[in-house]
């Protein structure tokens, strides 16, 4: 997975992101995707996966997003607390 990392978020509700490779979890409060440069971490609300394709690293998501954390290792883990 070779893509260049690049992300826009638009008024908080829009999130286009490129080097995806992959949806490692997901669901209406948090997303986890492994991208080109290592993990993402999104939470937020009403989060809905619209787009996602791996050959191109393409990603679009929608809904209320009120984090976005990366990780420092591209082998890191993250843990949430429940």
Do not use: P, W
Not at 21 to 42: M, T
Not at 52 to 59: I, L, R, S
């Amino acid at each position: 997975m070779d893509h260049k990392q690049e992300i826009t978020l638009t008024d908080r509700t829009t999130l286009r992101m490129s080097g995806v490779g992959e949806v490692l979890s997901f669901d209406e409060k948090y997303v986890l995707v492994g991208s080109s440069e290592g993990k993402i971490e999104i939470e937020g609300e009403d989060l809905k996966i619209l787009h996602m394709a791996a050959q191109d690293g393409n990603f679009l998501l929608t809904g209320r997003v009120d984090g976005i954390f990366f990780a420092k290792d591209k082998k890191a883990r993250f843990l949430k607390k429940g």
